[in-house]
């Protein structure tokens, strides 16, 4: 596939993205509050034949508030498991994972799902939208599922959105009309539709070149800069330069956990 090439120079700042949240940048001493997201003795395993295979193996971990934290490793290292489990796609066989206060285990599927769509944000690689709605129409989806805003202002606000990641001018085009970069920050418009507290990415810059990686990366660290809570998985250990937080997997283990000097 021909890689995506529509970002601005390398450096440029998002367009029109500090509003998102009014709130301070964190700090390292944020964690003396309750955490946005935490992982207590998780591990996580599958059987495989005869045998189990160990996914995850008793991760302890707290993200504050605010903090942009990217989980990296290699392929089969836990990271997808642990971004499901943070999700509530998937449960853990131990330990307990609990995201805004809420104990994930202790809820039902129907629950979960409820809380999923309200409290959550997700982007995905390949970005997902509904190839027979517009830009805006797929930013209001999940306000529509959800219903966390009224009929009548669901376009405005998704609108305003789409304003604020640089691409109102792609509000009444089909996703099959837009660059991949253009695609990214709307799906990141839907991820925010419903004002969740955490958004939560896997692999967002997997299908984008290096100049719109960097740009997305950019939004993102602007995001978390405003008082959004993200946690994203990825190969590209360049991730790590825009975050605040940098953890890395293997073999289902954390073997670092860092803050780089300018976070």
């Known amino acids: 596939m021909k890689p995506v090439n529509d970002g601005p120079p390398r450096g440029a700042r998002p367009v029109g993205v500090t509003n998102v949240r009014a709130q301070a940048p964190p700090t390292h001493s944020a964690l003396v509050s309750p955490p946005a997201a935490s992982l207590h003795g998780v591990s996580r395993t599958y059987p495989v034949g005869g045998t189990?295979?160990?996914?995850?193996?008793?991760?302890?971990?707290?993200?504050?508030?605010?903090?942009?934290?990217?989980?990296?490793g290699e392929s089969g290292s836990g990271k997808s498991t642990l971004l499901g489990l943070l999700a509530g796609i998937d449960r853990p066989s131990s330990g307990r994972v609990t995201v805004g206060g809420v104990a994930l285990d202790t809820l039902s599927e129907g629950a979960l799902s409820r809380w999923r769509g309200r409290a959550l944000g997700l982007v995905f690689q390949f970005?997902?939208?509904?190839?027979?709605?517009?830009?805006?129409?797929?930013?209001?989806?999940?306000?529509?599922?959800?219903?966390?805003?009224?009929?009548?202002?669901?376009?405005?606000?998704?609108?305003?959105?789409?304003?604020?990641?640089?691409?109102?001018?792609?509000?009444?085009?089909?996703?099959?009309r837009l660059s991949g970069g253009q695609q990214q920050r709307v799906a990141v418009a839907r991820a925010l539709a419903n004002d969740p507290a955490l958004l939560l990415a896997d692999e967002p810059t997997g299908n984008l070149d290096s100049r719109t990686s960097h740009t997305l990366l950019d939004l993102l660290s602007t995001l978390a800069h405003s008082g959004r809570t993200i946690v994203m998985v990825t190969h590209d250990r360049r991730?790590?330069?825009?975050?605040?937080?940098?953890?890395?997997?293997?073999?289902?283990?954390?073997?670092?956990?860092?803050?780089p000097a300018h976070a």
């Open 52 to 72: 189990t295979f160990a996914a995850l193996t008793d991760i302890s971990l707290d993200i504050a508030p605010g903090e942009f934290t990217v989980i990296v």
């Open 239 to 259: 991730a790590m330069t825009a975050a605040s937080r940098s953890i890395a997997l293997e073999d289902g283990r954390i073997i670092s956990d860092t803050r």
């Open 127 to 176: 970005f997902q939208l509904l190839p027979t709605l517009t830009s805006a129409e797929n930013v209001m989806l999940p306000m529509d599922f959800c219903g966390t805003w009224p009929a009548r202002e669901r376009r405005t606000r998704a609108l305003a959105l789409l304003d604020q990641l640089g691409v109102a001018d792609q509000a009444d085009k089909l996703p099959s």
